[in-house]
């Protein structure tokens, strides 16, 4: 009915009558579940005709416009939008077509489906019918009605959505390797739909390079118009040229690939979006030697130029694809936030061409590290999160051309200076040997030779697993690292055993004692230490918890120093007997090492005692389960109940031999619990004057880590970036340390039951600056 009279003139006789009453009536003498059947109204049309569960969920049915995000609502005025693939399109409606694809490409990168974000531009879907050889498209080009150049939309509108599509096609192949997760860090649902799998990427940029001379050779375009055509089509060309180059893995293109990043970067400037008029203003006169270019767009559809432009999106598309049930339409990402993006790919792309020419097992831990405690706060795209792993370790090559026994061989000499030499030479001990002209019995014990290759292999797989697990997201990386805590104490006492056996057979100057334990251990407590750390940037722990996870981390960093001091002072004993010049390079990172360790185990203490000195009559978490405050009990559980909180947060360090009578766990229990009385039977004073000290400590040990130059940090990849984090950890110790320092001259908190504290984790993740305030 509705469609019938959707189509009658306006102020004509309606042909139908209003039969609503007669229907109601009618229903309403039907009994409780009884229904009206007519000839030829099948169970099916019944089921069809009743909205089960959310509207949305029914793919056909036209979406109400209050489902649609406010910049992509149509004003009424406008009526029905009319999309037809072969009207013409002037220069702005290229414009912000261009831009609108972009930000879709940004927010699915970011995670959303393609079915919100690229299958949302109805050109997409007519690329055959845009192109020049189609007869549509001849039979409006040679009428006489003044129209734009019909060559903005069949070429430069073309090709940058036939490369846009082809960069995500690459981008999804890279996605799909399984290095993040489908569903958890981005969406790969093609639904039903292609990605133009069967087109050459150099097809696409073909289209590119044609599109551009076309446009150096139209005279009618104004300048502003054709130099924003030619910037977004050149960068759309850098980007496609750069993940084309990382996909087909030649490492002699890595030093393309950052040229065209170069080139991109320099594109992506001339369209910054302009904050307010004085940046607008800057931006002109930076450009005044160059024609002017319109700077990206927001891309909601009441932004549109026209109602052409406003027709070629609609973000309810999904509900005419049949193979996936339709998501809610999004807002795409503004301006800024899409140029945001488009920089930090360009930046990271930029970083896997480091990666690829810098291998280097220790200058890759201190890169992820600091990529992962970035990542709550500036969250890198899972394609170039993926890109990471993939250079680390694809198809068992270490950067896309080492083996991976070169990874083990890096990290020890690296870390405990054990000569590569010497670990090939072990490797090939008793390969092939026979007993009696026979191989030797299955359940022989291996040979040293066998030994030290199968510990080889398993070191570097554990390598590969522990970097790459820092390339994922900050949960499922907490989650990945105390899995792999177990196996990696299983590695420490394999190597234990493997180092004694290499000590009885080499010579003193070839082999420095533990130093292959040494090394598994050095890395075992980093992995330690980001598992029980990250739960602050998570937000997992509660208050009365912090005093049980500080302490913990404390005993992680103390053992990580202590490891870091043998290894130095042995290498320092021997150092006459190394030949290698980068014996003081370890030497250098070893006790910048120590220093930083040093530096968090006495934060960690003093975030302890602060705490307590703000805070000294916090108590754990109540018993649950009673509801008398007077019960004698309630003590006891009470306790019960903190011991069985810590145990749970902790339950990943209980190794397999220990699981069953949980001693690891009891014993540490029992040292935190003496850790907390020794806390409480501090005085005021004392207490502050313990916190006081601690927090010094921290800052001299932290400006002695920074006075290095990255070279000794093992941070040339990412230097910039570690130093903000350690200025930004500084900057904590040394508030924290004004404040205890204030407290300890005047009168001691604990005498004023008013007070609180208020931790705010705003420089550092892992560290709150503590602020003493009145209550309300």
Partial sequence: MSSTTDHQPPGSTARFEDATRDLLEACSRLRLGQMVTVPGFTLMDSMSAIQIMDARMDSGMELPDDELPETDRIPASLGQLEYDPLQPLDGPDVVWIMDRLLACEAAWHLGRALSQTIYTCLYFHDLQRMSVQDAAYHAQASTSTPAPAPELRSKVLRAFIVATVKTCDLAWNELTKQNVYDGEDFSGDKSGLGLLEGTEPRYALALLDDALEWLSADPTLSDDIGQSLKARLSLRKQLLSATMLLAEGDPAALIEVSLHCRFAKKHLAALRPHDDDATAVAGQADTAASPPCIALQDPGRQKAPSTRSMASFDPAYNRKLVANAPLRPIA????????????????????????????????????????????????????????????????????????????????????????????????????????????????????????????????????????????????????????????????????????????????????????????????????????????????????????????????????????????????????????????????????????????????????????????????????????????????????????????????????????????????????????????????????????????????????????????????????????????????????????????????????DTGARCEPRFSQHRWFPVLVQAAAA
Wanted: aromatic share 8%; hydrophobic share 40%; glycine share 4%.
């Fill in 332 to 751: 795409l990402p503004s301006a800024r936030e899409t140029w945001t993006f488009l920089e930090g790919l360009l930046d990271g792309l930029q970083e896997v061409v480091q990666l690829l020419q810098r291998p280097d097992a220790l200058g890759w831990k201190m890169f992820f590290s600091c990529h992962a405690y970035s990542f709550q706060a500036r969250q890198t795209s899972p394609y170039i999160r993926s890109l990471y792993q993939s250079a680390v370790c694809d198809r068992n090559m270490v950067a896309g051309r080492l083996p991976l026994d070169w990874l083990t061989q890096n990290f020890f000499a690296e870390t405990a200076q054990v000569d590569p030499l010497l670990l090939r030479r072990l490797s090939s001990v008793g390969q092939g040997a026979v007993e009696g002209g026979r191989p030797g019995a299955w359940n022989a014990p291996p040979s040293l030779g066998q030994s030290a290759n199968y510990f080889s292999q398993r070191i570097a797989g554990h390598l590969v697993s522990y970097l790459t697990t820092l390339s994922q997201n900050r949960s499922r990386q907490k989650r990945s690292l105390a899995k792999a805590y177990a196996q990696w104490m299983a590695l420490a006492e394999e190597a234990s055993q493997l180092g004694k056996r290499i000590e009885s057979v080499s010579r003193p100057e070839d082999y420095m004692p533990d130093s292959l334990f040494a090394g598994v251990q050095h890395a075992a407590l980093d992995v330690t230490l980001q598992v029980v750390l990250s739960g602050f940037e998570l937000d997992l722990y509660r208050r009365d918890e912090w005093a049980g996870i500080y302490f913990v981390a404390s005993r992680i960093c103390s053992e990580q120093a202590l490891v870091c001091e043998g290894i130095r002072t042995g290498l320092l004993d021997r150092r006459a007997t190394l030949h290698n010049a980068q014996a003081a390079t370890t030497i250098h990172y070893l006790a910048s090492q120590e220093e930083m360790a040093r530096a968090l185990e006495a934060a960690a203490v003093g975030t302890v005692l602060l705490l307590h000195a703000l805070e000294p009559n916090l108590q754990p978490r109540p018993w649950p389960l009673s509801t008398r405050t007077d019960d004698p009990a309630l003590a006891k559980r009470t306790a019960a109940l903190a011991k069985a909180t810590f145990a749970a947060r902790l339950k990943w360090l209980e190794l397999p031999s220990a699981r069953q009578s949980r001693q690891s766990i009891d014993d540490l229990w029992d040292e935190l619990s003496a850790f907390q009385a020794g806390v409480r039977s501090l005085s005021a004073h004392d207490c502050l004057a313990e916190a006081e000290a601690n927090w010094r400590r921290a800052v001299d040990e932290l400006q002695l880590y920074l006075a290095r130059p990255p070279s000794q940090l093992r941070t040339q990849l990412c230097a910039d970036q570690h130093r903000e984090i350690t200025q930004a950890l500084l900057c904590t110790c040394q508030q924290n340390l004004d404040l205890a320092s204030r407290l300890k001259a005047g009168a001691p908190p604990g005498s």
